[in-house]
């Protein structure tokens, strides 16, 4: 899904699910803190709200962040994570290579269609529904700060629908080493989105427009990697969710 119609749909989907929920622009402008043109922009697509206000939108209207992206993991078409990255690689083969992979394709699919249910029965496996989720690549550092420039997601990528990652809203990619040995540069950390969290949870942070991971302290927000500083908390911090686990 393109970028402009991400933005479309939020545009659209504000405006829908405002509605619905009989909320006007001046009473939703009041409960996110804004002027009311600021939601007459939105809707018309002016300009975007950023990530951590769509998130409090959500709240406000109660639907979820895949609501206002029109965003549904309903088809079965639908590209897994990873399997983007083996298409291209198909297409970038000549015709022999492409040959090559049909061919094996093809003896996998009759092996597994001849032994797989045999497979099954004599080694049961417990499976899971797939759901989607935002991705948003490298925005939290896990180092001296992460600039927070784009607030669209970069991709969509499939989890598990299992019990405990049920309260996932989003994903998000980490950058740097400050969080090792916990969580390492590239991790994909999966995050519950909400505003309150408990001093000890690890979490999502906004500083001065930098976007970190860190585990909260009293009065600081905490590096796991004895080698980097702890970060003072300030009338700027926001909580944007918190790190159920990673991928």
Partial sequence: MS??????????N???????????????????GVVPSRISNWETGANCPT???????CEILNVSINDIYGVYPDSKFILKYGEQDLLKKYR????????LV????DKETERIEKYGKLCEVSHP?????MRLISYYFKNASAGTGQLVIDNLPDKDIEIPDKP??????????????????AFQDGDILLVEATREIDVGDIGIFQINNECFVKKLGEKELISLNKDYKNIPLDETAATLGKVIGKL
């Fill in 51 to 57: 990530i951590d206000i769509l998130f409090e939108v």
């Fill in 92 to 99: 970038n083969l000549d015709d022999h290579g492409k040959e």
């Fill in 102 to 105: 049909n061919f094996t394709l």
């Fill in 125 to 129: 496996v417990t499976s899971f529904p």
């Fill in 14 to 32: 504000i405006s829908k699910y405002r509605e619905a929920a009989g909320i006007s622009q001046k009473d939703l402008a009041k409960k996110l």
């Fill in 164 to 181: 405990e990652y049920r309260n996932v809203s989003y994903a998000i990619g980490v950058n740097g080493s400050s969080m090792e040995p």
């Fill in 3 to 12: 970028d402009d119609t991400i933005k479309k749909n939020i545009s659209k």
